[in-house]
């Protein structure tokens, strides 16, 4: 069983240009999660999707932040302009249920802002 | 406010040296309690789901166990490939959202 596919796995831009980041999710997985790790810290969530529908954006800077999920599929988490304070690991999981299981993980992509 | 707490931040031992990592959780209507594997530069590998006090799982030299407020992964007879940074992670009962700790980095000598 593949597992979760994000890309690019690195990127460097300066402050105030724009990035975004794709993730395909398992196979049959309805529940698709993006998360922000900053260095010694543990993930904060930044939106969570249920099929193509939002269930938590709470978390998320909508000023700069923005996200869709396509088709109940892939997803894209984009970040315009990009601010020093955004350097960090997004990883983005997939689950089968929207329940807070068992989450799997991509490798995440490494932002960093210059 | 709901929260997550683990310690040590760090700990090295030697191999075949057993300890614990605690989980210390403030969470209004516990879900489950969630222990995660995280290498450098991966993302976090499911270990255990833990939903009730009481509750004890294991893998291979790993147990993880639940109190009503805390939860500890016992590590027994460490090696070197267990080192990583380990991760527990809290859902509520209201919205299933996981709560996040910090982690303990664990480093396993030969």
């Known amino acids: 069983e593949a597992g979760v596919a994000q890309s690019p796995r690195y990127k460097i831009i300066e402050k105030r240009q724009s990035v975004a980041f794709w993730c395909n999710p398992i196979?049959?997985?309805?529940?698709l999660y993006w998360y922000q790790q900053i260095l010694g810290q543990g993930p904060k969530l930044l939106i969570q999707?249920?099929?193509?529908?939002?269930?938590?954006d709470s978390q998320l800077p909508k000023d700069r932040f923005s996200a869709e999920r396509l088709k109940g599929v892939d997803s894209t988490l984009k970040i315009q302009p990009a601010k020093l304070e955004d350097s960090a690991v997004y990883l983005c999981?997939?689950?089968?249920?929207?329940?807070?299981?068992?989450?799997?993980f991509g490798p995440g992509t490494r932002l960093t802002v210059t | 406010e709901d929260q997550v707490t683990q310690s040590p931040e760090a700990l090295r031992l030697q191999e075949g040296e057993s300890s614990s990592l605690n989980c210390s959780y403030t969470?209004?209507?516990?879900?489950?309690l969630f222990w995660y594997r995280q290498d450098p530069g991966k993302g976090p590998e499911f270990l255990f789901t833990?939903?009730?006090?009481?509750e004890e799982k294991e893998k291979e030299r790993l147990k993880a166990t639940l109190t009503k407020k805390e939860s500890f992964l016992h590590i027994t007879a460490p090696k070197p490939e267990d080192s990583a940074t380990y991760l527990c992670?809290?859902?509520?009962?209201?919205?299933?959202?996981?709560?996040w700790g910090a982690g303990t980095k664990l480093i396993i000598k030969p």
């Open positions: 992670a809290a859902a509520r009962d209201s919205n299933y959202q996981l709560i």
């Open positions: 196979s049959g997985h309805a529940t």
């Open positions: 999981a997939s689950s089968a249920h929207a329940g807070g299981d068992e989450q799997y």
């Open positions: 833990l939903y009730s006090a009481g």
């Open positions: 969470v209004s209507g516990l879900r489950g």
């Open positions: 999707f249920q099929n193509n529908g939002v269930v938590d």
